[in-house]
């Protein structure tokens, strides 16, 4: 592998571990943070909605309080003789869709006017909640309406002359589906909106749901429907997610109506913010480690160059100079290094055949000296030799000189001799003793060669 391709590895390796790091830590972190979030949040849109529908149903339980109020209500009294009280109905369920009927009767339970076909005039309304509210109470009721479920709620009328007593009842069938159904239009505008369901507690039967009912109901009737703090995990239609369950109670309208509102989230709806996020992060790690990889290229160029030019140094002896780095180089700094590098190992070069020239010109030199104390070794031999023989020649002459004394003949010729041969010997013995030296080594004259003491002639 090139220097380049590995200086490339060594980044993507830096950059990768450290986005995969984070990519990893921002995903956990996200996911964590958008379930919790998303299970809070579904809780607070289940209890919203069922808030919502009971203040639906409370309005119109005040618009009810309202008209039982109103002048016309007294036509109770003569039976709607001129039939105001049937047209008033009749404008007010227009106005008014959430009331699938209208109706009133007097203070014996018989329908006076009413916007329910199915109901005669005249008849006995038979309904549970009119002799209680005849007795001057309100009254809620939970029962099938004319297409779902509906609320049915009856107030007393009263009479003008005497608000003490009551002279008949006004009732109104406010219907779930007209007001689940505009709950759900809004929510349906929201891509990530939950899906919610609207089930009555006891049976637990599901009356609208955004999903499909089927799928829905299973879960209505495994589910405790009871008001629950936290959201359950649930399985529906396959997919799977959280169920937050919201219940009604009698705070608001002062009576149970008995429904619950359960709101869906699939947990890859939950994981969608998360993995947005993630994405994003991703998709801008990855173009951030494109344009570092493009930087460690153009970066390690310089780099490379040094490699190349290294290499070249020394595998020849002698290299051509490269190209100079610029200021801007990243590697200015070592390129100049590797200059001056290059410069010394070109003058250790130099050196190291300079000397190398030296240790031949000592090694012939030692030679020549090798043979000039072998000459010098020969010549100091050969003067100890003469050494010798002059020694004898001097012993020769003092012995003559004795011998002569003894006759008492003088022998001036013989007295001048023994110092000529004397002062020959010290010569000789001086030049031994010179060569000896210059040879480098200690030579000893021979006994035989030592100067003998100068004799006198008798």
């Keep these: ?3 380049r391709l590995r200086i490339i590895a060594v980044f993507t390796a830096c950059i990768a571990l450290p986005v995969a790091a984070g990519w990893a830590s921002l995903w956990l972190s996200a996911s964590n943070a958008t379930r919790t979030q998303a ?45 105001e009280l049937a047209q008033a109905l009749a404008d007010l369920a227009r106005a008014y869709p959430d009331f699938e009927s209208l109706t009133i009767t007097d203070a014996r339970g018989a329908i006076v006017a009413t916007t329910d076909r199915t109901l005669a005039r005249a008849a006995s309304y038979e309904a549970g909640g009119t002799r209680a509210a005849i007795s001057g109470r309100t009254t809620q009721e939970t029962l099938p309406g004319r297409h779902s479920l509906a609320v049915r709620f009856t107030v007393p009328l009263v009479a003008g002359y005497d608000r003490r007593t009551v002279i008949g009842t006004l009732t109104g069938m406010v219907g779930l589906s007209s007001i689940f159904g505009d709950m759900i239009k809004a929510v349906r505008a929201e891509q990530a909106a939950p899906g919610y369901a609207l089930a009555t507690k006891e049976p637990r039967q599901v009356l609208f749901a955004t999903a499909r ?7 209505a009737r495994s589910l405790d429907l009871a008001a629950r703090p936290r959201p359950v995990n649930v399985t529906i239609a396959g997919e799977a997610g959280l169920a937050a369950i919201a219940g009604s109670g009698s705070r608001i309208l002062g009576q149970d109506p008995g429904l619950a509102v359960i709101a869906f989230q699939s947990r890859l709806a939950m994981a969608a913010p998360a993995a947005s996020l993630s994405d994003t992060f ?29 290499s070249a140094v020394f595998k020849a002896p002698r290299a051509a100079p490269g190209e100079p780095p610029t200021p801007q180089d990243s590697f200015a700094p070592l390129a100049r290094a590797f200059a001056r590098l290059k410069q010394a190992r070109e003058e250790r070069d130099a050196l190291a055949a300079r000397a190398q020239e030296l240790a031949l010109a000592i090694a012939v030199a030692r030679d020549h000296a090798r043979d000039s104390n072998e000459r010098l070794r020969q010549i100091a031999g050969g003067l100890t030799a003469h050494m010798t023989e002059v020694t004898g020649l001097v012993e020769l002459i003092n012995r003559e000189n004795i011998a002569a004394a003894g006759r008492r ?5 013989l007295d001048e001799l023994n110092r000529a041969a004397l002062d ?7 030049a ?27």
């Design 1 to 3: 592998m090139s220097l």
């Design 39 to 83: 299970a809070t949040t579904l809780q607070a849109d289940a209890r919203a909605a069922m808030r919502t529908v009971e203040e639906h149903l409370a309005r119109n339980l005040a618009h009810l309080k309202a008209w039982s109020t109103m002048p016309m209500m007294q036509e109770v009294l003569i039976n709607d003789d001129g039939g």
């Design 213 to 219: 009912a089927e799928a829905m109901a299973p879960v």
């Design 282 to 310: 991703l998709a801008v790690s990855i173009l951030a480690a494109m344009a570092s990889l493009c930087i460690a290229w153009r970066w390690a160029t310089p780099l490379v160059r040094l490699d190349r030019e290294a």
């Design 409 to 413: 003949q003088p022998q001036p010729r």
């Design 424 to 430: 020959l010997l010290e010569v000789i013995r001086e």
């Design 432 to 458: 031994v003793e010179a060569v000896t030296d210059e040879a480098g080594e200690t030579q000893s004259v021979p006994p035989s060669s030592r100067l003998p003491h100068r004799q006198q002639s008798a």
